[in-house]
């Protein structure tokens, strides 16, 4: 009797209670929030803020409207600044 150990809990059977809350609580959630909206009649939703936007008018194509190749060239580390290619936010 003296060189008993004290048995280990098992943690297997806590994580499976609470699991088995977790599921159990959604699926009740589920079925009350359903039986709620199926005693309900439905409502049309609200109408849209701006209902008729006027469209613009189209534009005879010419040299602002034509689309241009872009003029840089190289990566996007040459686009911005010259820390990149200076390297003096380089510790060291």
């Known amino acids: ?7 280990r809990r098992r943690t297997g059977r806590t994580v499976a209670l ?8 959604v699926l009740a959630g589920t079925v009350t929030g359903y ?10 939703l609200p109408p849209l803020a701006q209902q008729h936007l006027p469209a613009p008018k189209p534009v005879a ?9 872009r ?3 190289g990566g996007w580390r040459s686009a911005g600044g010259t820390r990149a290619s200076t390297g003096s936010w380089r510790s060291g």
Do not use: F, H, K, Y
Request: proline share 14%.
């Open 1 to 7: 009797m003296e060189n008993e150990q004290p048995r």
């Open 18 to 25: 609470i699991a088995a809350a977790a599921v159990l609580g």
């Open 35 to 44: 039986a709620v909206q199926l005693d309900r009649a439905p409502t049309p």
């Open 61 to 69: 194509a010419d040299d602002a409207t034509t689309p241009r190749p």
């Open 71 to 73: 003029t840089t060239s």
